[in-house]
């Protein structure tokens, strides 16, 4: 009669083993989960903002887009940009788009009817109609498209508008965990990703001037392509 205690005794010996390896397995899993996390959750704002900044800057591509608000008109931007190469993805503004392609030191675009109109009339629109132009990226009329389309340029001048920052709670921005720095004197938040690098990961505002741009894609393949047949704007005369 002794022998079925035992066998019991040992049964149960084994069960709990077994549980407690599964509880040790469970907790060594829910510690690896845990430090996902980059620690820039117990970093001061000036930290954060600075580790955004340099993992940012260290990415080789990016996808940027959303809208904001410039001069009192909504302005729609969706690029892809590769670091020292170039950017590709469109624009909008004021009821206008157009195409855009940067690279070896070249800017294409192809324009709406309305972009083509807006800039050169109705006989422009007509002529340029599905049309891509080119110009050295330096001519002066597309210097200023060099904010947008170089990465380090656009995170270094988006992450330097800032007045005092606060740092706000963790929480999530399309599913990836982030902590919050909350720009107290302009408005405005910036989200930046609280596991893996501290990327940026979304600027919002909200008000007249508000807007939100997403960055993504962090590090994603990008081909840019020059497209054939682009008339060279630097040889024509501006229609009047």
Known sequence: MSALPLRLRAKSTSVAA????????????ASCGGSSGNGIASKTPTEILALSKQAADSANSVHVAGSIV????????DLFLLAGKGARGRLSEGGSSFELIETGGTVYLRGSAAF????????AAQLLNGKWLKAPASTPSFASLGSLTDLRRL????LADHGTLAKGATTSV???????LNDTSKGGTLYVA??????????ARTGANGGRV??????????????????????LQGPH
Do not use: E, H
């Open 18 to 29: 077994t549980l407690a390896l599964l509880l040790l397995a469970a907790l060594a899993l």
């Open 174 to 180: 399309n599913g990836q965990r982030v902590v919050g």
């Open 194 to 203: 609280a596991t893996g690098k501290p990327y940026p990961i979304q600027i």
């Open 70 to 77: 410039s001069k009192g008109s909504p302005l729609t931007l």
């Open 214 to 235: 997403i960055f993504d894609r962090w590090n994603a393949p990008v081909s840019l392509t020059a497209p054939s047949g682009a008339i060279d704007i630097t040889q």
């Open 116 to 123: 083509y109109r807006r800039i050169g009339g109705a006989a």
């Open 155 to 158: 995170i270094d001048s988006t």
